[in-house]
């Protein structure tokens, strides 16, 4: 059966044959990829039993697919262009047959210390080479990664570290994001105080500065990895077996620990990879997204190295030294795909042309979005400035919980409309469902987007959580995935995203539960209740709007504010803080004590239009005193 796309009809066709014989489409797109022991059957399970399972009993190791595989042709070819925070600094880059050498001895050393099949791994590591090989070396021997985003504070680090029960981090000592300094030890130094499960800490010295050691807890990651064998046999993973838990946002609750498994994830990431950008050997791809997040996992580690493909990290962020960096960044390294997210092209947008003044951007073919609808204006720009009128732009929807992308442009195949993700790719079933669990049928419609079938990188399980992985994306719409974001299907069949339906908010491509932020803004001694809102902002897509009641005596609203703020850096990180903050007396709530966000989504937004029907306050009054603030 054929599954490279390569034109609109071999997509039509391709399609068509993944939805009616989804088995055997997806065992040819797996044929490509090194079994240690094949499947017995392709897929089992049902979303109504929550029990999905892909290429069963089949052994495999994706670090092997991702370097052995490789060697054998490729091992002299670039895998890593590493690209620093200081344009001064050098440029790193490691061969395939270094990125398995470097696996293989931390692989090795990970072992040393006790690490086997099965125990969790936190990765809380800047942007750099070792981070790539840290993930894949835990892939090697079994260990179960979860990275966590150097931008999270010590407390989130922690509670993400306790829900899973890591044995050993692996992190740096320090590292720059343009001109901040972020202090990798002392972060985990005060989140492994409250970590009983943590064994050893692995630190790589990045920045070179003076340190203090906690003997019994800390090992330097060049002297463990520096005597250690090249070679290490990479253990045989069952299918289903856990590949790395990622943390993500719900709309209340702790953050969920999504479970990828092996099998899956590795078949559909590398065919996603392979036919959204159309890679062509020798390109080389950037995807702008950190490792800490899905994007990264998915489209800088795993599917570009599973392609052979040569993948740029980039340490730094595009306004350091200047706003021209990621253009510079292009230019420099030859960049043929770039994959990057909307609040970012909104943001260098700002800047106007300047910035691409004596660039040349000749290398580009094409270009990615990812992470929260676009608009018009930055699609246009990014098409003309970036593109010059003559780069498909795909636009790929998709989610932690998806594991890859889910509904996407095939570059230069699939026909573009700006804003709209387009077409679902193989395999792919997305249903729209109204407000009463009716499947909307036809197109020019509407809905609540769902996915009727289960696809082989479609997250298991909510670690330690079953109960909330079926109740959160598997009971609303029984049969099917619910994915919380609102779609449109127009008279083409082509998707467009609308945003979230739920309370989760899209700040710079940052998901961000409600129910987090508002537990943090909780904690503040004067607080006594807080509603958290978004309102559209111009460069970060959504903004946050905190609507906050305190007790009688409280001080100053200025000192109120930054203490709100620094709260939620704290116990979140600098991201999740509120850009508005406004002191109320009262919420409006309805008799059953439920908020009604609807009102303080308007308010927020400086609309007083219609705030619909407010019959069912206890007090209608609050509405009114809240808009007068406001104004
Ligand atoms: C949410 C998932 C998937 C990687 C990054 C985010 C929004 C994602 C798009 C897009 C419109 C998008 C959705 C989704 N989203 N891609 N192309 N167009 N919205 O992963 O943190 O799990 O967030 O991001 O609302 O549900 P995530």
Redesign the pocket.
Known sequence: METEINSIESYKNIYQKSITNTEEFWAEVASDYEWIKPWNKVFTGSFEEANISWFNEAKLNISSNCLDKNLKENGDKTALIWEPNNPNDATIKWTYKDLYIQTCKLANGLKSLGVVKGDRVCIYMPMIPEAVASMLACARIGAIHTVVFAGFSSSALADRINDCGCKVIITADAFYRGEKKIDLKTITDEAISNCPSIEKRIIYIHSNEPLVWIHELDINYHELIENQSNECKAEAMDSEDPLFILY??GSTGKPKGLVHTSAGYMVYVGYTFAQVFQYKSGDIHWCT?DIG???GHSYIVYGPLLNGATTVLFEGIPTYPAADRNWEIVDKHQVNIFYT??TAIRSLLAYGESPLENKKLDSLKILG??????NEEAWAWYNKHIGKDNCPIV????????GG?L??PIAGITPLKPTF?TLPMPGVLPILVDEHGNTVLGNGVEGNLCIAKPWPAIARSIYGDHKRYIETYLTIYKGHYF???GSKRDADGYYK?T??VDD?I?VS???IGTGEVEDAINEHSIVIESAIVAYPHDIKGQGLYAFIICNANYMDEYALTNEIKAIVADKIGAFAKPDKIQIVKNLPKTRSGKIMRRILRKIAENDDSNFGDTSTLIDSSVVESIWEKRK
């Not at 636009?395 to 998806?402: A, L, N, R, S, V």
């Open positions: 993500t946002s997204a997040w899905i994007t997210a909307p979005t990812v992470g929260e609808p676009i636009d790929t929807w998709w989610q932690t919980e998806t992308i509904i996407s993700a994915t919380g974001d995203i945003g979230r989760v899209n491509g940052h998901r």
